[in-house]
């Protein structure tokens, strides 16, 4: 019994730490500290494989978003990508509000590579070739659309 209950609370504990991370980085980024989200999320990546699949989408989603408003654009495309993926092999990782900023974060990294693409000089094919605009994000299951209440969480 003793070990049944040791095995319990220290899932419980791997469990509430995974939840603390992936939490406490999407409130700093809730809060505009995304440096510090950044940073919360930089160094619990090493995590990952102890996730569920929400806690991994939205660590993805999260840190992505967070890249993304600090201007990190292939930074941004990996984790909004990684955020997609999950999703796509879990369907329902995200609840809906969560999966709106997804996909709301997805077309705001689109325009702000085909920006970036418009504002290269003419002739300079090196820059161009590294620079791809965000492709289509994988097929997922429709979801509905979000609240219209919602604040804008992509600084303009």
Do not use: I
């Amino acid at each position: 019994m003793r070990r049944f209950l040791a095995l319990v609370a220290l899932t419980a504990a791997v469990t509430t730490a995974c939840e603390t991370h992936v939490r406490r980085g999407s409130t700093l980024y809730g809060d505009g500290r995304y440096v510090e989200a950044a940073e919360v999320f930089e160094q619990t990546e090493h995590r990952l494989t102890q996730y569920s699949p929400r806690e991994r989408a939205e660590y993805g989603l999260y840190r992505g978003m967070t890249l993304l408003v600090l201007n990190d654009l292939p930074s941004a495309r990996r984790w909004l990508t990684y955020a997609y993926e999950v999703e796509r092999v879990a369907p329902g990782s995200l609840r809906v509000d969560r999966r709106a900023l997804l996909d709301r974060g997805w077309f705001e990294l689109g325009q702000r590579q085909r920006a970036e693409l418009e504002s290269t000089p003419p002739g300079d094919g090196t820059a161009l070739a590294h620079r791809q605009p965000a492709p289509p994000p994988p097929p997922l299951p429709p979801s509905d659309p979000a609240p219209s209440t919602e604040r804008a969480l992509v600084p303009r």
